[in-house]
């Protein structure tokens, strides 16, 4: 295959992976979180967004046992400073409390980012004296989208006020000696909540092929048709 078809095949999977009606995400947003999980071009469906009046109830009434799911929300620190944050968690969401725990260090393929400062936060390892890498998610009808122990990052139950920020179960390689800082801005966490949540998109992930597959499968076929229409036109 060409090298300019190749671009314009990458490109098309690119434009076919954009969640139809993201008010978050830029494409480069979208292929940073695709870089960051690493399995190729994603598909982003919609599954829920925060709209006036609703609450984790409706959030877990959309992603509950729906299969892994990218978070994405417009955060905002105690100075009015906003960024855009979020997780990853490759398990189904759960109201049925407690954490979703990861024991064996392979099963640790959760992370939070900060696409405003182009960071990602992934679980930690197993650590001498602690295991709060093994706490991934927190399955909790009276919460939003929620991660670690921390609460490394905690969506309330209005999905707007008294949000936390208190990174312990992830890290970016270089904090974990100083934990409970703010996902948002790397500042100590002073033990009140310290995030405000505008607006919250919560999307299902699928890989999206590269449409030359099928485009080439379909030119075989075509070919394979003219074939036989020349041998019966030659009898």
Known sequence: M???????????????????HATLLSAADHAQLSSWLGEG?????????????????????????KGR??????????DGRSWL??????????????????PDEADRTAFLFNL?????????????GDDYGAMQTVNDAGKGPTFGAGFDLLVPFDLTSGGVSALLSYNDG?????????????TPYQGVPNVRFGDIEVYTVHLVPEPGAGWLAGAGLA??????RRRKAAV
């Not at 799911?69 to 105690?78: E, F, I, K, N, P």
């Not at 405003?116 to 930690?124: A, E, I, P």
């Open 41 to 65: 071009p994603l598909g982003l469906t919609l599954l829920f967004a925060k709209a006036p009046g609703k609450t984790a109830a409706d959030f877990h009434a959309a992603a509950d046992g």
């Open 85 to 102: 944050v979020g997780g990853y968690n490759p398990q189904s969401w759960s109201s049925n409390g407690g954490f979703n725990q990861t």
């Open 116 to 128: 405003t400062s182009g960071v990602r936060f992934q679980q930690l390892p197993v650590l001498a």
């Open 223 to 228: 070919a394979l048709a003219l074939a036989r």
């Open 2 to 20: 060409h090298f300019r078809s190749r671009i314009v095949i990458s490109a098309l999977a690119l434009l076919a992976a954009l969640p139809a």
């Open 174 to 186: 270089a904090h974990h000696q100083n934990p409970f800082t703010s996902l948002l801005d790397n």
């Open 69 to 78: 799911t990218l978070s994405v929300m417009r955060a905002y620190g105690v």
